[in-house]
């Protein structure tokens, strides 16, 4: 194992988040993002990136963390509200072009009804205007214990967003071109994606640039129909 993998949790997604700044800074003018960052938290990982862009915008829903919030990222506008259900209910935004999706692992909310990026994604749409830059969190490789209700949830969810497949053992191959097809059939082009490891084995940042293309509303996957876009990996 690299030394950089022996750091302690927040130093080593530190320095991923400062690798993403920096290759994002080779493909943009990264000074003249405005931002977002879906799921705030303390703000740790949030403050390499408001302090590279424009703007700055945190949605958090946990309101105790504002001071942690204030003292981390102090030049962002934050907002405290369940992101999701913020996004599920309303249409007027303002437009980003760059959205972090910081997502939790596993299932989430009062009734765990929520699960890592899969009910935020559906709707960034609504957070763009003709070019975006996202980034969010993937899992290849989760830890499940049989026992647990949370993980059973957690197992259930993933395999209907992913399909019919060995969901404890994605590879990142398969993950880029499934996204690539999601982001396609929403209504995006896709102008470059990367994928940058923040903990050996399992979670990877994910980054796509999207522009919107004109295409017709009929012609657009719906968010129940992502049950698996498998049949079409193949065209890449």
């Known amino acids: 194992m690299s030394d950089i993998e022996n750091l302690s949790g927040k130093k080593l997604f530190r320095i991923k988040s400062e690798s ?6 080779e493909k943009v003018r990264l000074e003249e993002c405005k931002s977002i960052e879906i799921f705030g938290g303390e703000g740790v990982n949030d403050s390499i990136f408001s302090k590279n862009t424009k703007s700055f915008e945190i949605w958090e829903i946990d309101s105790s963390l504002k001071s942690e919030l204030e003292k981390n990222v102090p030049n962002a506008k934050i907002r ?3 992101s999701i259900k913020n996004l599920n209910e309303n249409n007027n935004f303002r437009f980003f072009d760059l959205i972090l999706i910081d997502n939790p692992m596993s299932v989430f909310g009062k009734k765990f009804e929520y699960c890592e990026h899969f009910d935020v994604i559906k709707n ?3 957070l763009i205007d003709k070019e975006v830059i996202v980034i969010f969190l993937i899992n290849k490789k989760p830890f499940f214990k049989k026992d647990e209700e949370k993980n059973i949830i957690w197992k259930k969810r993933r395999q209907l967003f992913y399909g019919d497949l060995n969901t404890n053992d994605l590879s990142i191959d398969f993950l880029l071109n499934f996204y690539k097809e999601l ?14 490891p923040r903990h050996t084995p399992h979670l990877d940042y994910m980054i796509f640039k999207l522009k919107r293309k004109n295409i017709d509303e009929h012609d657009k996957i719906k968010h129940i129909d992502w049950i698996s876009l498998t049949p079409f990996l193949n065209r890449d």
């Open 20 to 25: 993403i700044v920096d290759f994002l800074k």
């Open 80 to 82: 405290f509200c369940d």
């Open 124 to 126: 960034i749409s609504k």
């Open 183 to 196: 982001f396609r059939n929403m209504g995006f082009d896709i102008i470059f994606s990367k994928n940058i």
